[in-house]
């Protein structure tokens, strides 16, 4: 009688013990290679840093342009959490980016302009790719 509880109790043991493994096995924060969490990117200031990269800004370009991404970064916000129809948003959104860049141009010199010109090119292109591959698969 004593042998059979005592192996009832040690298969009991056993499989708390394994369950508990398991557990912490797939457990994220037990996880030492996913418990250190990325910090959070402020989209201004890499906006800002990659700019001033491509563009060589000079402070006064720098600070005004920042201005100016806040603010956009402001009124892409407002509409993006509007009840305007995803085609409003859109018209708005390319209206936005049109008044924006208008601006930043303004404070460019010529070399720039180009540069940022090409900037912008290959971000349209980067979209149409990725719209092109967004409609292919749901077409799959």
Known sequence: MQKIIFTILFIGFLSCS???QNNRRYDPNTNPTTTQKQAAIDPIESTMSYLKK?????????????IYVKENYEDTD????????????????E????I???????IL???Q???????QS?????????NKKKDKELQE
Do not use: W
């Open 18 to 20: 394994i369950k508990a």
């Open 54 to 66: 491509e563009l060589s800004l000079d402070s006064f370009q720098e600070a005004a342009i920042k």
């Open 78 to 93: 407002k509409i993006r959490f509007s009840d305007l129809p995803d085609s409003g948003k859109k018209a708005q959104m």
């Open 95 to 98: 209206k936005i980016i049109k």
């Open 100 to 106: 924006f860049d208008e601006k930043v141009i303004k």
């Open 109 to 111: 010199n010529p070399d």
């Open 113 to 119: 302009i180009k540069k940022y010109e090409q900037l």
């Open 122 to 130: 290959e971000r349209t292109n980067k979209k149409k790719k990725n």
